[in-house]
């Protein structure tokens, strides 16, 4: 069973600093790696999407992904009190294959 | 604009009275599933279809049925709804083609008592 995991927080930062979230996946052939943001009671939406080893940026976040340890991070740069969220983790092994999600880990970032 | 769209955003049921919350995408994607979402579980995949007349079970079918008659509909039927089915309902499409992301509706927020 392919499986995606993640600690369920809560995570607490204090504004300004960076948060560190962390994913790990069982498949092996995992092709696609997906960030979502997901406020209480809303529908997730996408922050960020990686396909490649190494690191992909955007604005304050970037996204991490080691295939060979079977990880992939979201770092969160000078956190705001509006990125309390619980972020997800998605993950396609491949074409003609429905995303995985992780349970999600619960972010709080204190003012 | 690209939309996935569920009705009704609120249900109030009463247990047994057969009830179909609809999801309806216009991206022409060929995925499409349904999610339910509870305290403390995360999002769990009741069921999904990769294509028109193509449905599967996810991890949690029981008390539901689905039915893709057409490629942007993905309607959520509850025959006999029940008090343990009260939850986020969540309704999400995909290309099969690319290894793109999933775009979710609204929520519905069901209530069976």
């Known amino acids: 069973q392919k499986e995606v995991e993640q600690n369920s927080g809560p995570l607490s930062v204090p504004e300004g600093a960076i948060a560190s979230l962390n994913c790990t996946y069982s498949?092996?052939?995992?092709?696609?790696f997906f960030w979502y943001r997901q406020y209480s009671g809303k529908s997730p939406e996408l922050i960020m999407f990686i396909y490649s080893n190494g690191d992909k940026e955007d604005g304050r976040f970037t996204a991490q992904l080691n295939k060979a340890s079977q990880y992939v991070s979201l770092l969160i740069r000078d956190s705001q009190p509006s990125d309390s969220a619980t972020y997800l983790c998605?993950?396609?092994?491949?074409?003609?294959?429905?995303?995985?999600f992780g349970k999600g880990t619960r972010l709080s970032v204190i003012a | 604009e690209a939309q996935v769209t569920q009705n009704p955003r609120y249900l109030i049921t009463v247990t047994g009275k057969k009830l179909t919350v609809t999801c309806s995408q216009n991206?022409?994607?060929?995925?499409m599933s349904w999610y339910r979402q509870d305290p403390g579980l995360g999002l769990r995949q009741i069921y999904y279809s990769m294509n028109v007349e193509v449905t599967d079970k996810g991890d949690v079918p029981e008390g539901y049925k689905v039915s893709r008659k057409e490629k942007r509909n993905f309607p959520l039927i509850l025959e006999s709804p029940s008090p343990n089915q009260t939850s986020l309902y969540f309704c999400?499409?995909?290309?099969?083609?690319?290894?793109?992301?999933?775009?979710f509706g609204q929520g519905t927020r069901l209530t069976v008592v």
């Open positions: 991206m022409n994607h060929e995925y």
């Open positions: 498949d092996r052939g995992s092709q696609s």
């Open positions: 998605a993950v396609n092994v491949g074409r003609n294959t429905p995303l995985v």
């Open positions: 999400a499409s995909s290309s099969g083609l690319r290894n793109t992301e999933a775009f």
